[in-house]
């Protein structure tokens, strides 16, 4: 059967993912109507601001919505009509790790997507092709299909296929502009077949057609979990060996360098930090020891479930360097925390290991100076609230300060932690900052940022993850 062209899409969901892809798309794709939609009404007015106040930050973002936004691209809270309208539907809304209930701490948290799929079917009066955005365990797109035909209207038909993204945060626009691949499942059906044509031909408008790669619907869902997975992996292995480093006197920079000079393994992803974050490491791991478990494959699980073990470990590892360096006590010393977003180039916090350094300092009643280029001070405190349960804002609030600047943060400071990869956390004036800090003044670099011997020849006691102190 002959592919469905398509004219109009609609996205279900404004975030990380729906926003950035469907803008790109709506920029590639002039003649398809691009709507965006999401119930939170804050959210869609920063999406539309005259300003271009964007609601996350994503380097490019600003510039492929100014250039669609009112052309072929529309954001609105009016989801029914989004659906209604639409040819084809993508399904990208949040799908946390389950806080409750069975796989609680494991599971992915599917009530969004269920929502979002039984309102398409509540409200659509013709047939459509609904994509799974979001990151999802293996065989949701089964879920979706049963809720979809077991509430649909006469004569409309759903088609379901899997468009799992590969975005980083911080090069999302350019990964969207030139992607490794794009990966679509479908039914080994006529009628999916037909669907994932439809698709591709979207994609096709700026992606080389070698590039867009079709598979099974369940091949699909779990390449992106796969993906994520071995990504992780490759990060905490570098982590374990970064402890052994500090243990040995050797340079995990110097190591890592040589290893990936073997072109079997490459260099990507093999740099040493104070350990992963963001929304789909963590998350999508945890979602493969579920499944794993859940298939009875417990020595599958029990790996998988390691890679997170050691992340936590390196963060628990960086923390207690800081305090034994500090003469085992910080105890109402003030520390400055230079990052708080995940990684650079976004001001996404999820997951970020600056969260769990802040908590481990406070837990030790230091006093925290926070300073992040990019992160707003209420997402701070959202933050630290949720990481702290049971400690009211105000309590937390007397030992943290929000700083507008590093050198603010860094002033009168024993220590300064480096816990995002800014740029411009290696471009300041670190004389200055020597300067204005108590000493011995200390920086502990838990991201391989800053040149170690340059701070030491200033003054600094530098310790760099990875880094032992023996030559």
Known sequence: MAPVKVSKICCIGAGYVGGPTCAVIALKCPNIQVTIVDLNKARIDAWNSPDFKLPIYEPGLEDVVRQARGRNLIFSTDVDKGIQEADLIFVSVNTPTKKSGVGAGYAADLNYVELATRRIAQVANSSKIVVEKSTVPCRTAQSMRTILEANSKPGCRFDILSNPEFLAEGTAI????KPDRVLIGSLETPEGKSASDSLADVYANWVPRDRILTVGLWSSELTKLAANAMLAQRISSINALSAICEATGANIDEVAHAVGYDSRIGPKF????????????????????????????????????QVVEMNEYQKRRFSKRVVDTLFNTITGKRIAVLGFAFKADTGDTRESAAITLIKDFLSEKALVKIYDPQVPEEQVWMDLEEAIPGTPIETIKKSVTICSSAIEACKNSEAVVIATEWKEFREISWQEVYDSMNKPAFVFDGRLLVNHDELTKIGFKVKTIGRGETV
Request: proline share 2%.
């Open 270 to 305: 093999l740099k040493a930090s104070v350990g992963f974050g963001g929304s789909c490491f963590q998350k999508d791991i945890l979602n493969l020891v579920y499944l794993s478990e859940s298939c009875h494959l417990p020595e599958v699980a029990a790996y998988w479930k």
């Open 174 to 177: 350019s990964d969207l502009f």
